[in-house]
């Protein structure tokens, strides 16, 4: 009996060291993978549209803390599946057919569980027409280590397949100019269907069919059109030659005459200003909604900015300070611009308009924003436009006046 006994012993030990090891490992397999939780995102196209189940759509979530990233595409019945670690996210959905561009965003979804969220798609005709291609806003840095911002431009393209009269064309920043909480929302928090803009507001001058736009081309609008680099008034560390400029936004001798006028470049017209001590045009440096829109046909744009229906003072505010509000419906294209990535959080454009936003990495940092090639078709550029400024644009770019890609994004 001894030696089945000693056996037996021996043996028992043998177990009970392999228990030890196995839960040793398993504890350390469970520090060193976290839980993931099963997240359904379920897209639904908007009410009306013809179809019913939105499969094939791009649905891209991203940490709000973290670089995580991930995309797929919804199923056939319009579901895209991640495993997802406990946290904060943005969700975003886009796609595209011949008529629509379809874009949703759920900025802020919470994840701590198994969960399914919807998203329901907002659509905007794909018409073509004009967009910012690139916006250049910065500014530069001087060689004295100054800081220069009088190169700033937007351009504007063509985006479609015929020539589109620029005549009446407008364009203005929104209230905040930085990467701010919007005060201008409804009863309900949600942003109202109104733009505030601030500062200077312009126009295309003309009777109506005097400043066209050819089919996929450009036209620029420099705050001061000089060729920066070497100008004696410019900042030879500035990227940017705005001499060719299509326009100018000279502020005339509504701030004292304290504006350049370049002789070489046509001025836009001003509809509306905020205030008489800016001597340029500024989209902050700091990032900026902007955006380009059109009044009814036969409206004079100084009659129409005077008209105190289209004027309000900032929302819990008792300054008596009016801004120009601008109806959506009016809107032809918008850009969300955050100073950084870190600024992204709130929302001064709404999704229909633009459900996303973009940023270049710092101020005076010489970098503009452009909105990426879909395809090049017989030479021609034909930019992204989902309304969706996360997707459609690429930061911290070279700046490129009236210089299109050669190939897609």
């Known amino acids: 009996m001894k030696p089945n006994f000693y056996i037996m012993k021996k043996t028992l030990i043998i177990l009970f060291l392999i228990l030890i090891v196995f839960n040793y490992v398993s504890c350390d397999n469970d520090d060193d993978f976290a839980e993931k939780y099963t997240v359904s995102v379920i897209v639904a196209y908007p009410d009306g549209y013809a179809e019913t189940v939105a499969s094939g759509m791009t649905v891209t979530v991203t940490g709000v803390s973290s670089t995580e990233l991930q995309n797929t595409t919804t199923d056939s019945n319009g579901i895209a599946t991640f495993e997802l670690e406990a946290g904060e996210y943005s969700i975003s959905a886009v796609g595209e057919t011949e008529e629509f561009a379809f874009n949703a965003i759920n900025d802020g979804a919470t994840i701590a569980n198994d969960v399914t969220i919807n998203l329901t798609l907002k659509a905007v005709a794909l018409t073509g027409g004009l967009v910012f291609k690139e916006i250049y ?22 985006n479609s397949d015929e020539t589109i009269y620029l005549d009446g064309l407008c364009i203005g920043v929104m209230q905040p100019s930085s990467s701010k909480e919007s005060p201008w929302v409804d009863s309900n928090g949600d942003l ?34 000089i060729d920066h680099k070497t100008d004696a008034a410019g900042n030879s ?14 502020c005339g001798d509504i701030n004292g005459g304290k504006d350049a006028d370049a002789p070489g470049v046509p001025n836009l017209s001003m509809m509306f200003t ?30 129409w900015a005077s008209n105190p229906d289209n004027l309000s003072t900032k929302p819990g505010s008792s300054s008596t300070r009016e801004y120009l509000m601008i109806p959506s419906d009016y809107v032809i294209d918008a850009v969300e611009v955050v100073r950084i990535e870190e600024e992204k959080r709130y929302k001064r454009i709404p ?11 710092g101020i005076y940092t010489s970098q503009s924003i452009r909105r990426k090639v879909k395809q090049i078709i017989d030479g021609k550029v034909i930019y992204q436009d989902t309304n969706n400024s996360s997707e459609d644009f690429l930061g911290s770019q070279i700046p490129t006046p009236g210089i299109h890609p050669t190939v897609v994004d």
């Open 192 to 225: 109202m269907n109104k733009l505030p803009l601030q500062f200077y507001v312009w126009y295309v001058p003309g009777d109506g069919d005097d400043y066209p736009l050819e089919a996929r081309t450009s036209m620029i609008i420099a705050q001061d059109g």
């Open 237 to 250: 560390n500035s990227p940017v030659n705005l001499g060719n400029a299509d326009w100018e936004t000279y």
């Open 137 to 158: 806003y910065t500014g530069s840095t001087t060689l004295e280590d100054g800081r220069y911002y009088s190169d700033q431009f937007h351009e504007i393209y063509n």
């Open 274 to 303: 905020t205030t008489t001590g800016m001597f340029d045009w500024l989209h902050s440096v700091f990032g900026a909604g902007v955006i380009i829109f059109k009044l009814p046909e036969g409206t004079d744009p100084i009659t």
């Open 351 to 361: 999704d229909e308009l633009d459900a996303g936003k973009v940023w270049c990495s």
